[in-house]
């Protein structure tokens, strides 16, 4: 039937109409989705990659600077312009900043801080020996006094050459010989123990002492020094025993005689102070000068002559008045003016000529003297002075020695009746020349 049909068939279009519209809906749906997701993971991906990116740029940012952060550490020349140079490029090539937990910072900063603080700490602790400044040698025997001093006087000593001359200095200027410890030591050496700390505080003693002071000093300062002994021979053939040093300074022995470098012994007995470099040598001339006498007192007059030679002429009136004034003579004015000026000539000569009155021993001569000039002044001075006479006396070493001085004088006054006398006393460094008038008046 025509109508029936007709219904049915309107029913099932309606169905597949439905199911039709349907279908494109969810179609349409999942093709939405699929293009969202498209694009969110088309957002996704650049990011991501830039991201990592920037990673890797800042880990070989990191990397250069590392690198010339060692490089400007070896390379002193270039230092500072590195420096600039690496700071510049940083700020050329800034990383984007980064969020970071303020309280991670406050907490790695302490970390940092308390890590630095325990390395400095133990930096300090593990500081070694060596940098201690002028650390003390094996054999020093620890006495902070002496150490003491001897830091004070080579605190300023660019090494150890100029560090031992700085501590013979001082021992040759400040040590005085002990004659009477010397004395009884030629009695009887019987408890006799060298102690450096005893000298220093009582500033005399004799050559064991001076050697012993002089050892400790050195290696209170680091210097290898050791003491010597032996027996030295003397003018009179006789030997007498004797206390030197040997140092070992930038690979060479040095030889060290303080005793010897602070003065001598007068002939009356009297410790004559006449600080000289003289025995600051190598053990070989050292041994030289002990075992040959005549070899000694020649190298000796070639240094005095010399640190005379550099050094000018200059009076000493107060030995001129002590030595009038314990003579049994008047005292004349026109001797006293005409012997200063006399001393004064003879003070003035040459290096060449003090040679040959002291090494080659030919003595003064008066060549140099104008008697006839002297002569004349006292013409004209109407003193009534006539016979007169002219000596020269010469000693090593100041203050002059004025008892040996005062006896020679006396003596040719007696050999000659003279009745007044005149002195002029001039010093060239260690050279006491004593130029000395004799007369006569014919009023006594």
Request: aromatic share 8%; with cysteine.
């Amino acid at each position: 039937m025509p109508g029936g049909k007709t219904g049915s068939y309107t029913g099932k279009t309606f169905i597949l109409y439905i199911f039709i519209a349907l279908a494109v809906l969810f179609a349409t749906a999942v093709l939405t989705g699929c293009s969202e997701m498209k694009e969110a993971i088309k957002d996704l991906g650049p990011e991501t990659g830039e991201e990592s990116s920037n990673k890797e740029k800042e880990t070989e940012q990191r990397k250069q600077d590392d690198l010339e952060t060692s490089r400007d550490f070896y390379q002193d020349n270039d230092s500072e312009n590195n420096k600039t140079n690496k700071d510049a490029e940083k700020t050329t090539v800034k990383k984007e900043p980064q969020e970071e937990d303020k309280t991670d910072k406050t907490v790695r900063g302490e970390e940092e801080k308390e890590s630095s603080s325990e390395d400095k700490q133990e930096e300090k602790e593990e500081k070694p020996e060596e940098d201690i400044p002028w650390p003390p040698s094996p054999g020093f025997d620890g006495n902070e006094e002496v150490r003491r001093k001897a830091l004070s006087l080579v605190e300023n000593s660019p090494g150890q050459e100029k560090a031992l001359e700085e501590i013979y200095d001082w021992v040759t200027h400040n040590i005085s010989y002990d004659m009477e410890k010397y004395r009884r030591l030629s009695v009887s050496i019987e408890g006799y123990q060298p102690d450096a700390g005893e000298i220093l505080a009582s500033k005399e003693g004799v050559c064991g002492h001076y050697a012993e002071l002089t050892r400790q000093m050195l290696l209170a300062v680091g210097i290898e020094a050791t003491y010597e002994d032996g027996e030295v021979l003397n003018k009179d053939g006789s030997r007498e025993k004797h206390a030197w040093n040997h140092a070992e300074v930038n690979g060479k022995t040095l030889a060290l005689d303080t005793t010897w470098g602070a003065g001598h012994r007068s002939e009356t007995g009297e410790f004559v102070r006449m600080p000289t470099r003289l025995y600051l040598t190598t053990p070989q001339e050292l041994e030289k000068m002990q075992q040959d006498p005549e070899y000694h007192t020649r190298r000796r007059k070639e240094l005095l002559v010399e640190k005379a030679e550099n050094s000018p002429p200059e009076f000493l009136p107060s030995y001129e008045e002590q030595i009038t004034s314990e003579l049994e003579v008047a005292s004349s004015e026109i001797l006293q003016e005409i012997a200063r000026s006399e001393a004064k000539k003879i003070g003035g000569k040459t290096l060449q000529y003090w040679e040959r009155v002291f090494v080659q021993e030919e003595g003064i001569d008066n060549s140099w003297m104008d008697g006839d000039h002297i002569l004349s002044k006292l013409s004209d001075s109407d003193s009534g002075i006539t016979g007169i006479e002219a000596s020269v006396f010469t000693s090593w070493g100041y203050p002059p020695e004025t008892d040996e001085i005062i006896r020679n004088i006396r003596h040719q006054v007696s050999m000659q009746n003279y009745n007044e006398v005149g002195t002029g006393i001039v010093q060239r460094e260690d050279l006491i020349i004593v130029f000395v008038l004799f007369g006569q008046k014919q009023d006594y």
